[in-house]
Structures are given as C-alpha cells and as structure tokens.
C-alpha cells in the first residue's frame, strides 16, 4: 500500500474526509461533495470500507458516477480532481473537493428536492435557512446594512448571560417572526459577530470568541 494512501485511511472518517465502499447511486455522492464544498472542502476515497479495509473499484465507471453527483446532482454545479491508486490489483479513487467560493450548493434528493449539506465531524448534516442565508450574504459585494435595534440589543444580552440559543427561541423571546429571527442571526454571524454550534439534533448560537461588544457598540455611534 502506498504511504500516501495509508496514512490517510488509518486517519478515519473526519470533517474533511469520508470512506465509500461503493457508488451505487450518484445522489447519496453528491450529498457528499455538497457537504464538503459548503465546509472546508476535503476528500473522499471510493473503494475503501468504513473499518477503513480495502474494497476497490471499477475507477472509469466509477469517474463517471462523481461527474454526474457533481455536475447534475449538485446546484450549483461543483468541480474536482481525482487521483487513483493501485494496490493489491485493487484501485482506490481519491476524489478532491476544494471549499468553494459559491457557496451555498445543493444536492438533489431520491424526492427531485434540492438540499443543502455541511460537514460536521464525520456526517453530513442539513443546512438550514440561516446558513443559506449566510452563504449568500457572505458573496455580496456590498455589505450589509444593519440596524441595531432591541432586538439586536436582547440577542447579545441574552447570549452574554446565557451562552447559547436557538432560532426558535429567540424568535420566541424577542417576539419576532422565526423570519425576523433568520434574518437577524445571519446578519449577526457574517459580520462574525455570532458562530454556528452544530450539535446533534440542533443548531444553535453563540457570540463568537474574539468579538468585542464595547468596541464593536463604539464603532455603531461613530
């Protein structure tokens, strides 16, 4: 086995890695590519099992499932490079996924839906709309225009005290609309105000470690 290659199998699943056994359907890979194109890219090795043993695949077929998960299966469409390796007679296909600058992408579902995807740890997990939102603000060319209101003002109140909230609940506390809410926390976490704390089955807020409310409320009023 090459060097190359083992070193990244005994590494594991993670947030920028992902074993296949197999491609059996260009859809569940291209929910793959969307996941790392929307995070911090990474790389799949198609012919490897999850135990990390080495299965192999039939590469040209195999090529041209990815093409299709990426370039039809994937909106906007998303590039990559391959690389393979020959070991024991078998072929492992690496295939390369940079972060994009187009985010947010979105993979077609057995249901014809399109579908955000971002990587946490070793999984694929839905984007919801504030992450979208995100996304799109994050390519804008002209900024944003925020209004700091009491409602901006109860968000880093109640995130001070208490550490961590969900959309719900703020929408709920602030007595917002859940769309006010989504517009508020994107705008917050683009201007790196707020971070994304994915947790199992829930995804919530928290003020980002190097902002500086008192500084950053001194620069609103001047």
Request: charged content about 30%; overall charge negative; proline content about 1%.
């Amino acid at each position: 086995m090459s060097q190359y290659l083992q070193k990244l199998i005994l590494e594991g699943e993670h947030q920028q890695q992902d074993f296949k056994y197999c491609i059996s359907d260009s859809r569940k890979i291209a929910k793959s590519l969307v996941a790392f194109a929307n995070t911090d890219g990474g790389r799949l090795l198609i012919g490897v099992k999850d135990n990390g043993n080495i299965a192999g695949v039939r590469s040209e077929e195999e090529y041209y499932m990815v093409e299709s998960a990426a370039k039809i299966f994937s909106k906007p469409p998303i590039d990559f490079d391959t690389r393979q390796h020959f070991i024991e007679n078998k072929t492992v296909l690496e295939v390369i996924i940079e972060s994009s600058s187009n985010k947010p992408h979105f993979a077609k579902n057995d249901q014809g839906k399109w579908l955000a995807y971002f990587r946490k740890d070793d999984e694929n997990k839905l984007a919801n709309k504030v992450m979208i939102e995100v996304w799109k603000k994050q390519k804008r060319s002209q900024g944003i225009f925020l209004s700091y209101s009491e409602t901006e003002r109860f968000l880093l109140d109640y995130l001070e005290k208490n550490g961590s909230i969900s959309q719900s609940a703020f929408s709920r506390k602030a007595q917002i609309t859940y769309r006010e809410a989504e517009r508020v926390l994107s705008d917050f976490i683009t201007l790196g105000i707020l971070e994304i704390q994915a947790e199992e089955k829930n995804i919530r807020y928290t003020i980002a470690d190097d902002f500086d409310r008192q500084e950053w409320e001194a620069d609103q009023w001047h």
